[in-house]
């Protein structure tokens, strides 16, 4: 037998699977499936053993009784001279399993241990990442590493390291101790386990445990001798370990020893074996001690003297809270007066991760991802980290879980071990928990019960003493639905065990459970169902209920529009798709199929712009759709989707024709609301065509329409009343009203703000009160509105006002001095904009840019920055700026030429010209006032003052508001010196 085999323990050592054992020199004879049960335990110390994995190592591919088992354990047990009271070598892990509860040392460590040898420092043979098990922890060894190092200078140091089950706690102690071991080899070590449910009737358990181990295997005499002079009563404790008469000796002189005394020799024995070395006392599972235990952890904590102790305790404080279990307040109080300290440990990270797996399989046979899937399935716990590479490691081809998801994934061994504590279950607790598996991974008691059948009055008293003795699920908060049911909620304490329910349960039944839950849920909710809709959909549709999931799949879907959540909405839409197969051809299929398109086309456009070719399937169903349905509420967003990618697009002859239908079709079937809503997109479809007056028409009858219907701001995703004002506002100050537009535009965004809708608060932003500002050259409000609107854009993923506020920002910075900046970021907006195929409002940038470029005296970049207006002009219907094209034009024209150049201001008089009587047949007061003022100075250039005075003036005092905006303020500045 290979000396790589041999395991020693205590006074034990055995050599190999298969023996012998030896204590000391003498062989203990065991049968061989008592061996194989040695051995099964042995090789993993510390580690819980499910009983399915006890039974196949020790009788492989045979069925056996738990009797069989049993004797095999109590066979063990006598061998190695346990007490069946407080076993030390084999320990029960209660409704899972065993665990071999003292560490194990390989010949290789004890040659590291040997008293001759140099002490190794951190790094070499004593990190604990020398065993491929324990990843992820160097920065909790440190920390103990510290502790010990502060106990060694002459002082009790306690820390109580906590974590849930698997986290890793067991692990981390016996690889600190084993560091100990090779750092310190002549350091005292004693451990101790509390049992759950045997600390109130066992005193001192896991320190008579620790003690016992200490007196028994010591190599000498002195810590028996220290006992009978320190500690008698505790020999007391442990009569197996002296002679009879000593026993009677003892009792009579330490009859009627007060617990005070007990404390305090302890505490004095173990304070004596320190010196000079140290003692390592390693308690664990300390949420099961006993009291008397945890008073003399609280003593030695507060005991002053030179012991150069530390007690490293494990719990679980979760477990500790809900038990209401002492320990908690003890931690607490000696954490408070820094008498003790804690060492959390948490779940492994994503690195930890990746060296196990590297450890073990070859990582280049799977996904890159797979250390992350891992992680996420194991929830970061070490124990099912470990179990699921055992489950990679047995598949037969690695490569076909590449790409794979590992959130169905249960290794046998796990699946195993929570079926076994299952079993433990009543039948009723099983049932609720089943029904619990179906409700989620969160659920209230109220959806368990509905899913189990069983009145809730019924079924929360067993809930809650499940979570309060941490079975399965832990408590989660408080739910109340809209009828009034109050319920617990709860969660289970991982994913695995309500997976494991759910499997076991058949088709039938998982199908009846998600429809109980259903239509209870939906009762509850009454007419809020849509806040619980997505709940509704899959429990609908996993109970085989297709036809009644739709409704709530498109509810979901909106749901998902509104929190401008893009990725949502696309699976939405996709699953709502899939159910339209569950309906017959008729009225509510095609009505659910236009919603469902309606949904995927303003959330297309929203994302990536109104004018995406993305949205083209999609708009070609929605055209079909609208000669088929009736439902005026459908129909106005299918109509407004239409529009929105023919106006965006710059196609506005054929926008306003769109909006011609939309408007017919609400004369047709007598819905002032679906007219209102043509006669707004039309009017801001004219508008952009440079139809003023036209839209202005358009404009008024939608308000007055809307007006009769009553007040609907942002009620639903298009908003008549929103699009209508927000077209208002840009139409007065185009007409001359630049104060009433700003007012307008006020009026909307307030109301868009109290709306609590983040798809309408971004886009009105914009094309209200940003889109004003710019129109009133007011850099500096335009400035901090914008960058406002970009961080609220950021915030919901908003791409068109993202978008849109990245130009405004351009432009007023441009405008205000950041001329470079300025214009670098408006031209990379631009071209973003074209690049989608979308060109609303690139030419008036354009056009803005050139101006900018004049102002700096950059003709050439102004002259490119006019050709590119001109361009995207002569190529869509964008031409309500043209007028402000002709000016600009006009004054590229001077600012490139010689002064008093007749033949370039004879070309630049003819440009402006034609941009006023452009502005004049459009009725554009503030566009006339502007090439009045270019044509003005041009005149006042050549000494015509006696005709420029007139023609501003004339203008000017047609305004009956706006005085103090720039443009007016500009024509007042020029008329003052003629007079």
């Not at 998902?560 to 990725?567: E, F, N, P, Q, S």
Request: glycine share 6%; charged share 25%.
């Amino acid at each position: 037998m290979a000396v790589a085999d041999t395991l020693s323990f205590g006074p034990f050592r055995l050599h190999g699977r298969n023996g012998p054992l030896l204590h000391g020199d003498q062989e203990v004879k065991l049968q061989p499936r008592t061996m194989a049960l040695l051995w099964a335990l042995a090789s993993r110390p510390g580690e819980v053993v499910t009983k399915a994995q006890v039974l196949d190592a020790v009788w492989p591919r045979q069925a056996v009784s738990d009797n069989a088992l049993s004797f095999q354990v109590q066979a063990l047990r006598k061998a190695l001279g346990d007490d069946t009271r407080a076993p030390r070598y084999v320990l029960t892990a209660h409704r899972v399993g065993f665990r071999f509860g003292v560490p194990v040392i390989r010949p290789d460590a004890l040659a590291d241990a040997a008293p001759d040898a140099e002490p190794q420092a951190d790094g070499d043979a004593a990190s604990a990442e020398d065993d491929e098990s324990l990843v992820g922890r160097d920065a909790e060894l440190l920390q103990l590493n510290l502790a010990w190092e502060r106990a060694l200078t002459g002082r009790t140091d306690v820390v109580f390291v906590s974590g849930e089950t698997g986290v890793g706690k067991s692990a981390t102690l016996r690889a600190f101790q084993q560091r100990v071991r090779l750092q310190q080899p002549q350091a005292v070590q004693l451990s101790g386990h509390c049992l759950e449910g045997r600390g109130i009737s066992e005193p001192y358990l896991p320190v008579i445990e620790a003690l016992r181990t200490l007196l028994r295997d010591a190599p000498d005499s002195r810590p028996m001798e220290l006992a009978r002079h320190l500690a008698p009563s505790w020999l007391l404790l442990m009569p197996d370990l002296i002679d009879a008469a000593d026993v009677a000796l003892l009792r009579q002189q330490n009859a009627g020893v007060r617990p005070e005394r007990m404390l305090r020799e302890l505490a004095e024995l173990l304070e004596q074996l320190s010196l000079p070395h140290g003692v390592l006392l390693t308690i664990e599972d300390l949420h099961w001690a006993d009291r008397a235990t945890l008073d003399w952890i609280g003593f030695l904590a507060q005991r002053s003297g030179s012991a150069r102790m530390m007690v490293l305790a494990s719990l679980r404080p979760t477990d500790a809270i809900i038990a209401a279990h002492p320990v908690s307040k003890l931690m607490l109080a000696l954490k408070a007066r820094q008498q003790a300290s804690e060492l959390p440990i948490s779940g492994l990270s994503v690195d930890a991760v990746r060296r196990y797996l590297s450890a073990r399989l070859d990582l280049t046979a799977y996904s890159d991802d797979l250390p992350q899937r891992v992680l996420e399935r194991s929830g970061g716990l070490p124990l099912f980290m470990v179990q699921i590479t055992d489950y990679l490691q047995r598949h037969p081809d690695p490569s076909d879980l590449r790409g794979a998801q590992l959130n169905d994934v249960i290794p046998e061994a796990l699946n195993d071990l929570i079926s076994l504590q299952l079993d433990d279950l009543s039948p009723e607790q099983r049932l609720l928990l089943e029904g619990a598996s179906v409700a989620g991974a969160d659920f209230s008691a109220a959806a368990a019960a509905a899913a189990a059948g069983r009145e809730l009055d019924a079924v929360e008293p067993v809930l809650e003493q499940l979570a309060r003795h941490r079975r399965f699920i832990e408590p989660n908060g408080l739910s109340i639905w809209p009828d009034g049911t109050t319920s617990g909620v709860y969660r289970f304490r991982h994913e695995m065990y309500s997976q494991v329910l759910r499997r076991q349960l058949l088709d039938s039944q998982r199908a009846r459970m998600h429809r109980q839950i259903a239509e209870r849920c939906e009762a509850a909710y009454g007419t809020r169902t849509a806040e619980i809709a997505g709940e509704l959909a899959l429990h609908f549709e996993r109970g085989g209920w297709r036809s009644r999931a739709l409704p709530y799949r498109i509810q979901t879907a909106r749901n998902a529009l509104v929190r401008v959540a893009y990725d949502a909405l696309a699976r939405e839409i996709e699953m709502g798709l899939a159910l339209l197969d569950a309906l017959p051809p008729g009225p509510e299929r095609d009505e659910s199929e236009l919603a469902l398109r309606v949904l995927a086309v303003t959330g297309l456009q929203s994302e990536f712009g109104y004018a995406s070719p993305r949205t083209s399937d999609h708009i070609d169903r929605l055209i079909d759709l609208t000669t088929r349905c009736r439902n005026p509420e459908l129909l106005e967003l299918a109509h407004y989707c239409i529009w929105m990618r023919l106006h965006f697009g710059c196609r506005f002859s054929e926008a306003v024709e769109s909006a011609n239908r939309f408007q017919q079709l609400g004369l047709k079937i007598g819905s002032p609301l679906i007219q209102a809503s043509g006669d707004t997109l039309a009017s801001l479809s004219l508008h952009l065509h440079g139809r003023f007056v036209d839209a202005m028409d358009r404009n008024e009858r939608a308000i007055g329409l809307l007006d009769q219907a009553g007040d609907r701001w942002f009620q639903n995703l298009s908003d008549v009343r929103g699009t209508a004002y927000t077209g208002r506002a840009l139409l007065q100050w185009l007409l001359g009203y630049p104060d009433r537009a700003l007012e307008t535009a006020r009026t909307v965004y307030a109301k868009v703000k109290s709306s609590g809708n983040p798809y309408a608060h971004c886009i009105v932003h914009v094309s209200s009160v940003c889109a004003v500002l710019m129109y009133r050259r007011d850099w500096s409000h335009l400035l901090v509105e914008a960058e406002i609107a970009l961080q609220r854009a950021e915030q919901y993923g908003h791409r068109e006002s993202r978008l849109w506020s990245r130009r405004y920002q351009a432009l007023a910075l441009a405008m205000l001095g950041e001329h470079e900046r300025g214009l670098s970021l408006l031209w990379q907006a631009l071209a973003e904009m074209r690049e989608q195929g979308n060109h609303f409002g690139v030419p008036l940038d354009y056009l803005l840019g050139a101006e900018c470029c004049l102002q700096l005296g950059d003709v050439d970049r102004a002259r490119l920055a006019l050709d590119e207006a001109n361009t995207v002009m002569s190529l869509c219907d964008a031409v309500a700026f043209k007028s402000e094209a002709l000016r600009l034009e006009g004054e590229l024209r001077l600012a490139g030429s010689a002064r008093h150049d007749r033949t370039a201001e004879r070309a630049a008089e003819d440009c402006m010209t034609q941009a006023l009587q452009l502005a004049s047949a459009r009725q554009a007061p503030l566009l006339q006032l502007r090439a009045a003022l270019s044509l003005g100075r041009l005149w006042r250039g050549q000494g015509r003052n006696d005709a420029a005075h007139p023609l501003v003036k004339t203008i000017y005092d047609g305004f009956v508001e706006g005085h103090d905006t720039v443009d007016l303020r500009a024509a007042r500045q020029f008329l003052d010196p003629l007079v």
